[in-house]
């Protein structure tokens, strides 16, 4: 069954930390792609980043980077130098494949608090 | 800005009411997604619209239905109201359909169900 699990509920860093959020999926489908969702405290879900399973590059956006491993079935984002405003809980989607089109199956997410 | 729509923002009920939350999707998207966020479950897929038709189903209680119509505006409606379907509810568009379309969420709708 798909899975997504981000085992870090709560993550506590001082501003100017790195910070690496984890996530590992699970999935029966060879063509699947993955997300990263921030949501601020205002509540809404902005959408951060799209991979799919074939492309294993990593990706680099300014502060922000993301570390897709197949292999471990992991997709990892690392914020660099985090901000005050990097504080949000941050959600890790899969694309689910089988008999449906392009829901979302979603982590539990990791609450990000940088302090000042 | 995410270009989707949702009304209300906020809606507070009692327990057995009927609702009807709205979503407006992105200029050109035809596909219109509906999640819930509750603190015990997490976000959840509630069900997907494309062009009229309804296309996937996920745990969407039998006292929740929904539509999308010609216009593509899509209304979630939540009947027979529980305490435990407190939660904010997300509407999401995008172009089409298909697992490499991203979803682009609205800023949701909390409901309180007293």
């Known amino acids: 069954a798909q899975k997504v699990t981000q085992a870090q509920t709560e993550i506590s860093v001082v501003e100017k930390e790195d910070v690496t959020l984890d996530c590992v999926y699970e999935t029966r489908d060879t063509t699947y792609y993955l997300f990263w969702y921030k949501q601020p405290p205002s509540g809404e879900l902005v959408f951060l980043i799209r991979?799919?399973?074939?492309?294993?590059q990593n990706e680099i956006s300014g502060r922000y980077s993301w570390n897709f491993q197949k292999s471990t079935s992991s997709f990892n984002f690392t914020i660099t130098a985090s901000q005050v405003v990097d504080s949000a809980v941050y959600f890790c989607a899969l694309s689910e494949a089988w008999g449906s089109q392009g829901n979302l199956i979603f982590g539990k997410g990791t609450k990000l608090s940088v302090k000042p | 800005d995410s270009g989707v729509t949702q009304t209300p923002k906020h809606l507070i009920t009692a327990t057995g009411q009927r609702v009807t939350l709205r979503c407006s999707p992105r200029?050109?998207?035809?596909?219109v997604y509906w999640y819930q966020q509750s603190l015990d479950q997490g976000l959840q897929f509630l069900i997907q619209y494309y062009n009229g038709e309804e296309r996937a189903k996920g745990n969407i209680l039998e006292r929740f239905s929904a539509q999308q119509f010609p216009d593509l505006h899509s209304e979630l409606n939540l009947s027979s109201l529980e305490l435990g379907d407190s939660a904010l509810y997300f509407c999401?568009?995008?172009?089409?359909?298909?697992?490499?379309?991203?979803?682009?969420f609205g800023q949701g709708t909390r409901l309180t169900v007293v």
């Open positions: 999401a568009s995008s172009v089409g359909t298909g697992k490499n379309t991203e979803a682009f």
């Open positions: 200029s050109g998207d035809l596909s």
């Open positions: 991979r799919n399973s074939f492309d294993e």
